[in-house]
């Protein structure tokens, strides 16, 4: 899904990234059938978890500038580094003053919704979180977060592709486990495809699943359905099985009533790109149709220049996050339902603006956590490292002082009921930071 922000911000290199997101996925998908020489002997669960999450993840691409995010008020270098972009301190007398959290980290207006999720503790920030692996390119940088293991182009399959494959399906006559909400597969949901001894991951691409459909016209639909079930019949495995999940997927899609769809809590889904598609999935969810997982992708984060948190880009940016995010908890997490929700970018900001009033390709980011079973309503740091000029990595940004494998590791363990770790993050040794409860 290319959200609509993409198109009016961002590098060069971001706007391209963005228009090839289609391409680069079904390349993944197709590479995929290849079995992986680099993957380690698994250990398959035998039994299905009852309690076992249903993850969302959640790509925010273009380098999200956490100290917009979740700002470090209580850092002084954070007010003499932006002049003109800050976000005034919960003390302040402007409107536009910091929300408060633990007397050194704030959520700036734009971000209020999520007071409520963060206040009930099922909301966990971490702060000084990224790639140990420096790069500026977000081509790369996406590349090899989704991977789950830096610097590796050998690496085709996704962290959560790779969960979805080392572990049995919740319901194994469901024809779909996890989708993408995007035009093209993401790399995060790649799994090794055909690969004997692990579980097929039945992931598929669909940019709107209020309306799949076969492309074509509407009267020749069902006839086309049943062409590709017939012709696919007798055909050699991964293509058999792909055929008939996608036919019965569409089946299963349109016997879910989206349009009807009430969420719980009186909670409002914003129009925009992101909250249809988090609307879309909150639904699968309740309708109990087995998808174990989801991605969902929000642009415009890369705020080269006029960023303005307070009014502008970066703020209608952020509200939207948080608005949608806020309503998918309501209806959903705070409804009972087990589910696990993680935000990651690909990369922060510099800690000084630039020259545009807008800010350039930087290191460590914030993370979002959002769960009855996480550790919420705190801001977690490792070490937070400062944003002093002396603290800062190559003497322009925040230094990445927690990796952000160790949230998903943890979370892939002790939520997902996935003890495969070497598997799905491939030689990291992950340290455990209680993210979840």
Not at 94 to 102: E, F, P, Q, Y
Not at 372 to 377: H, K, R, S, T
Not at 399 to 428: H, M
């Amino acid at each position: 899904m290319i959200d609509e922000h993409d198109a009016d911000c961002g590098c060069q290199e971001y706007n391209e990234l963005s228009r090839r997101q289609f391409l680069s996925g079904m390349a993944a998908v197709s590479a995929a059938a290849f079995f992986p020489s680099w993957l380690p002997k698994i250990v398959l669960a035998k039994h299905y978890a009852a309690n076992r999450d249903v993850i969302v993840s959640i790509f925010m691409r273009g380098g999200a500038d956490g100290l917009s995010l979740c700002v470090p008020y209580g850092d002084p270098a954070y007010y003499t580094s932006r002049t003109t972009i800050a976000i005034p301190r919960p003390d302040a007398s402007s409107a536009n003053r910091g929300i408060d959290l633990d007397g050194f980290f704030m959520l700036p207006q734009a971000m209020a919704a999520l007071v409520p999720a963060f206040a009930a503790k099922n909301l966990l920030i971490t702060h000084a979180t990224g790639q140990t692996y420096v790069t500026r390119s977000h081509f790369d940088a996406q590349r090899f977060m989704e991977t789950g293991k830096p610097a590796d182009p050998t690496i085709i399959t996704g962290w959560l592709g790779r969960h979805l494959a080392s572990i049995p399906p919740a319901n194994p006559q469901a024809p779909l486990r996890a989708v993408g909400v995007a035009s093209g597969l993401q790399r995060t949901l790649v799994g090794p495809i055909g690969v004997q001894g692990l579980y097929a991951t039945k992931t598929l691409p669909i940019a709107d699943p209020t309306n799949y459909t076969i492309g074509g016209s509407a009267t020749t639909s069902a006839a086309r359905a049943a062409f590709i079930q017939g012709d696919y019949a007798s055909a050699d495995e991964p293509v058999h099985s792909a055929a008939l999940d996608a036919t019965n997927t569409l089946t299963l899609l349109k016997s879910v009533n989206f349009a009807a769809y009430a969420p719980a809590n009186g909670a409002a889904y914003p129009a925009s790109a992101f909250g249809k598609a988090l609307r879309s999935v909150a639904v699968l969810i309740k309708n109990d149709v087995g998808i174990e997982a989801a991605q969902v992708d929000i642009g415009g984060w890369d705020t080269h220049s006029a960023q303005d948190p307070l009014a502008g880009s970066m703020f209608k940016t952020m509200q939207d996050f948080s608005n949608s995010l806020a309503a998918f908890y309501a209806d959903v997490v705070a409804t009972g339902y087990n589910v696990t929700v993680v935000a990651i970018s690909e990369f922060g900001r510099n800690v000084r603006e630039n020259g545009s009033a807008g800010t350039d390709h930087g290191r460590a980011t914030t993370l979002f956590a959002m769960g009855q079973g996480i550790a919420g309503g705190r801001v977690l740091t490792k070490n937070w490292p400062g944003l002093a000029h002396e603290n800062l990595e190559a003497g322009q940004d925040l230094k990445v002082t927690l990796d952000y494998r160790d949230v998903l590791s943890e979370i892939v363990q002790n939520r997902l009921a996935n003890p495969n770790l070497d598997f799905i993050f491939p030689t990291w040794a992950p340290t455990m930071l209680g993210v979840t409860r």
